[in-house]
């Protein structure tokens, strides 16, 4: 029983972490997640942006790949999980993980024009 108490604080501080650094991030949408490790940004807003190499972010799948490439940050699309809108980003990890992910994630986000 500690060790579960004690992990699902860790989760609980891991997900309050991501979400307000994602909040910071301009056009993302993110709603609270209620279970798992997961969050599942709306990242519509970034359709149809160029990348610094002149492709188009059409839909999530795209902007996974560019994320990837780009910044070396791994995300899911958002039509496996049945919003084509979204991405998929985990928190089971570190809190340096996030913060350094989603900050390489703003970066990339930032140069979509």
């Known amino acids: 029983p500690d060790s579960v108490s004690f992990m699902n604080d860790a989760f609980l501080k891991r997900r309050e972490l991501i979400l307000d650094l994602l909040k910071r991030i301009d056009g993302l949408k993110t709603a609270t997640p209620q279970g798992a490790f997961y969050v599942f940004p709306d990242v519509s807003h970034f359709f149809g942006k160029d990348t610094p ?3 188009v972010i059409a839909h999530s799948t795209d902007l996974c790949m560019y994320l990837l490439n780009e910044v070396a940050v791994a995300t899911v ?5 049945g ?3 979204c991405i ?3 928190y089971a990890t570190s809190e340096g993980n996030i913060k350094l992910a989603i900050e390489r994630i703003k970066k990339a986000l930032d140069k979509l024009k």
């Open 88 to 90: 998929r980003l985990s």
């Open 77 to 81: 699309p958002g039509e496996a999980f």
């Open 53 to 55: 190499e002149g492709k």
């Open 83 to 85: 919003d084509e809108n």
